[in-house]
């Protein structure tokens, strides 16, 4: 079982740019949640998707949007991009339905930079 | 959301006990207590959790306080392995209109030494 994977590892992006993030989910898990990790904070929630549609969202603004895929694999897309979106970005994956502590398994991460 | 409140910085010897303290005094009924941890350059990782008995699993045990207003994680003997930001969480029960997000505070960060 590969767990839950994300690509790209490191990510450089200019101010105003746009970029996607990737991330495939634990086999058997259905629900992708996408995390915002500034350096010496705690994560912060971004959203949830499940059943490719978003169904919980943080307070991000709209910059921030994401989609899910009929395989559960997720993206989050950021246009417009600040100097303050530089963190790492994670991605967890979990089972609505099967595991009900909803224990969620975590990514490496995406580190993006933008200058 | 409830909000739970830890120690910054923690440190510990090698294979010697640690206990990691919590305090949510807002807890709801429906509250579960989760801890994840963070080693360095990884994502975090689920450790334990639990509603209102003590717990224990392969990697630690969660003491949970009888009004439920604080815990503690405890770490049976801390290995270098063990050095990592712990996050205590505070999660609504199982079922569909539940279990979304996860509320990170900033975490105790545990150093081990040799």
């Known amino acids: 079982d590969a767990g839950v994977t994300q690509s790209p590892t490191h990510l450089i992006k200019t101010r105003g740019q746009q970029v996607t993030l990737r991330c495939s989910p634990k086999?058997?898990?259905?629900?992708v949640s996408w995390y915002q990790q500034a350096l010496g904070q705690g994560p912060q929630f971004i959203f949830q998707?499940?059943?490719?549609?978003?169904?919980q969202r943080g307070n991000f603004p709209d910059r921030f949007s994401g989609h899910q895929f009929p395989n559960y694999s997720s993206e989050l897309n950021v246009n417009a991009l600040l100097l303050g979106d530089s963190a790492l970005y994670l991605c967890?994956?979990?089972?609505?339905?099967?595991?009900?502590?909803?224990?969620?398994?975590f990514g490496p991460g995406t580190r993006l930079t933008v200058t | 959301d409830a909000k739970t409140t830890q120690p910054n910085s923690m440190e510990s010897n090698e294979e010697e006990p640690v206990h990691l303290p919590c305090n949510h005094s807002?807890?709801?009924?429906?509250?579960?207590i989760h801890w994840y941890r963070q080693l360095p350059s990884q994502g975090p990782e689920y450790v334990i959790h639990?509603?209102?008995s003590n717990v224990n699993n392969r990697m630690a045990s969660l003491a949970i306080a009888e009004d439920r207003k604080s815990s503690t994680l405890i770490l049976h003997r801390a290995t270098l392995r063990d050095a990592a930001v712990y996050y205590c969480?505070?999660?609504?029960?199982?079922?569909?209109?539940?279990?979304?997000?996860?509320?990170f505070g900033q975490g105790t960060e545990l150093s081990v030494k040799p």
């Open positions: 967890a994956s979990s089972s609505l339905h099967r595991d009900w502590s909803y224990e969620q398994y």
């Open positions: 086999s058997g898990h259905d629900t």
């Open positions: 998707y499940y059943e490719e549609e978003e169904r």
């Open positions: 807002t807890i709801s009924g429906t509250d579960y």
């Open positions: 639990g509603l209102t």
């Open positions: 969480i505070l999660r609504d029960g199982p079922g569909y209109n539940q279990g979304g997000k996860l509320i």
